[in-house]
């Protein structure tokens, strides 16, 4: 059983940094790639960015260069930097992660992140 919890959303201004982490819980977690997805009040969810065990990146286009995604394996954790927030960033941030010879992914609960104007 994989659990993964999210942590890090809160109000933000606009123009502001937040930083979201993610943790895997579990026995004898084999992570392959961890990543984040966003889904903003009547929009469906969206691909925010990802990364694999090996560190390559990637990231949705209206998302580079203001977010950083990152990883420490050992720790079975992720982190997303988001800096110059926008409003449009408001949205509830979900991080998901897949194993090592598995097609599906987990997903954790959820983190709201508000971008105040």
């Known amino acids: 059983q994989v659990q993964l919890v999210e942590s890090g959303g809160g109000l933000v201004q606009a123009g502001g940094s937040r930083r979201l982490s993610c943790v895997a819980l579990?026995?004898?977690?084999?992570?392959?790639?961890m990543g984040w997805y966003r889904q903003a009040p009547g929009k469906q969810r969206e691909f925010v960015a990802r990364?694999?065990?090996?560190?390559?990146?990637n990231y949705a286009d209206s998302m580079k260069g203001r977010f950083i995604i990152s990883r420490e394996n050992a720790l079975n954790t992720v982190y997303l930097q988001m800096n110059g927030l926008k409003p449009e960033d408001t949205a509830v941030y979900y991080c998901n992660a897949q194993m090592y010879g598995s097609s599906g992914y987990y997903w954790g609960q959820g983190t709201q992140v508000t971008v105040s104007s």
């Open positions: 990364m694999d065990s090996g560190g390559s990146t």
């Open positions: 579990g026995s004898m977690l084999n992570i392959n790639i």
